[in-house]
């Protein structure tokens, strides 16, 4: 299941950047953005289910030069997600591991809102 975000701006940036540090703390996540699957190349070859070392410094570094935030060496292992061809015509994804609970779609609202509100952008939100 995903919760789709359309961002209507500007500042779009700002805004993508806004979501993906809501995501960086939200284990039961994963994340996908036009910016993302256009600057982290198709992800390298996976371990056991994992990523490789390159792939897991890749995406560390991109977080750190885009977000400013480090995130932890197990985070690197899931939070980007590997749909990103359902992308479509939105701008960001959250992807979830399991069925989101009520609750946790309220949870994720909520951050969304928070992040977002500052910028004062306008944007859409549908989980399918």
């Known amino acids: 299941m995903k919760t ?3 961002v209507y701006g500007p500042p779009i940036l700002k805004a993508i950047r806004a979501l993906e540090k ?8 994963c994340i996908m953005n036009f910016f993302i699957s256009s600057k982290i190349p198709p992800i390298l070859a ?8 390159e792939s897991r410094e890749l995406i560390s570094d991109y977080f750190f030069r885009e977000t400013r935030t480090m995130i932890p060496v197990e985070r690197c292992q899931t ?7 359902s992308l479509g015509e ?3 994804f959250f992807e979830w591991f399991k069925k989101p609970t009520m609750i946790e779609l309220n949870n ?5 809102d928070e992040a977002l509100e500052p910028l004062g952008v306008k944007y859409t ?4």
């Open 46 to 53: 996976e371990d056991l289910g994992g990523y490789s070392n």
């Open 4 to 6: 789709y975000i359309k």
């Open 108 to 112: 994720l609202i909520e951050k969304v």
């Open 125 to 128: 939100l549908t989980t399918k």
């Open 79 to 85: 939070i980007i997600s590997k749909s990103s061809e």
């Open 22 to 29: 809501v995501a960086i703390d939200m284990p039961e996540v």
């Open 90 to 92: 939105y701008d960001f």
